[in-house]
């Protein structure tokens, strides 16, 4: 294994030769392995045992502006990818208040909670996209929007039945403009409610998350 990864599982977790440890790709290999070689740099082992795991049965997409505060984005995403997420779209929106991202950190902690919460699977970490060009990514049977403008009739997200590939466009501190708002309806994307309280935006991305994986 690699330096990080060799240090982690002797150094963190203490694992010593002769133990088993599961391993994966990210793409649903898993394997099962025995340490041969419990060195603090190099930890060398064994494959015993392959298998591939399924995906999730449903396709979730949360497109997410990007916020000012980085450790809320970084908590969304570990979040996200504990849920079990397949995608994540960073967006730029017209009150989008940060636009610095390091994609080599973000996935790395995509990594860990993908890990810590033993799946096989890791989400998409697309790189940060303007509002206006986002809609070109974005193929779901379902999407939706999720706004706080009172002008419009909004259902809430958990009435829906439920799609095989869903995606949800969460916007920024201080919401989406109307504009864009207009933009994402004229594009097909259903204005939805998450509540009856106003959630921050990180808040509003795990639950969009939450509630798409269990309609």
Same mark, same amino acid.
């Given at each position: 294994m690699?330096e990080?990864?060799?240090?982690?599982?002797?150094?963190v977790?203490?694992m010593k030769?002769g133990?088993?440890?599961?391993?994966t790709?990210?793409?649903?290999?898993?394997?099962?392995?025995?340490?041969k070689?419990?060195?603090?740099?190099?930890?060398?082992?064994?494959?015993?045992?392959?298998s591939n795991?399924?995906?999730?049965?449903?396709?979730?997409?949360?497109a997410?502006?990007?916020?000012?505060?980085?450790?809320r984005?970084?908590?969304?995403?570990?979040k996200?990818?504990e849920?079990?997420?397949?995608?994540? =779209?960073?967006l730029?929106? !017209?009150? @989008?208040? /940060? %636009?610095?991202?390091?994609?080599d950190?973000m996935?790395?902690?995509?990594i #860990?909670?993908?890990l810590?919460?033993?799946?096989?699977?890791?989400?998409?970490?697309?790189?940060p996209?303007?509002?206006?060009?986002?809609?070109?990514?974005?193929?779901?049977?379902?999407?939706f929007?999720?706004?706080c403008d009172?002008?419009?009739?909004?259902?809430n997200?958990?009435?829906?039945?439920?799609?095989?590939?869903?995606?949800?466009? =969460?916007?920024?501190?201080? !919401?989406? @403009?109307? /504009? %864009?708002?207009?933009?994402?309806?004229?594009?097909?994307?259903?204005?939805? #409610?998450?509540?009856?309280?106003?959630?921050?935006?990180?808040t509003?991305?795990?639950?969009?998350?939450?509630?798409?994986?269990?309609?």
């Amino acid at each position: 294994m690699d330096e990080e990864t060799s240090r982690h599982v002797v150094q963190v977790l203490r694992m010593k030769e002769g133990e088993q440890l599961n391993l994966t790709d990210g793409k649903g290999k898993l394997l099962t392995c025995e340490i041969k070689e419990a060195g603090k740099k190099s930890c060398y082992v064994e494959v015993k045992a392959t298998s591939n795991r399924l995906s999730n049965a449903r396709n979730i997409s949360i497109a997410i502006s990007l916020l000012k505060n980085t450790n809320r984005f970084e908590w969304f995403l570990e979040k996200a990818t504990e849920i079990g997420v397949s995608e994540i =779209i960073p967006l730029v929106c !017209d009150r @989008t208040e /940060k %636009e610095k991202f390091r994609h080599d950190r973000m996935n790395a902690i995509c990594i #860990s909670a993908m890990l810590q919460s033993q799946q096989c699977w890791l989400p998409v970490l697309h790189a940060p996209v303007e509002f206006e060009k986002v809609f070109s990514k974005i193929s779901s049977e379902q999407k939706f929007i999720a706004h706080c403008d009172e002008s419009s009739t909004k259902n809430n997200l958990s009435t829906f039945q439920p799609f095989n590939s869903s995606t949800i466009l =969460i916007g920024p501190e201080g !919401d989406f @403009t109307p /504009k %864009e708002i207009e933009i994402a309806l004229q594009s097909g994307f259903q204005p939805v #409610s998450l509540g009856e309280t106003r959630l921050r935006t990180e808040t509003a991305g795990v639950v969009a998350a939450a509630v798409l994986m269990n309609l």
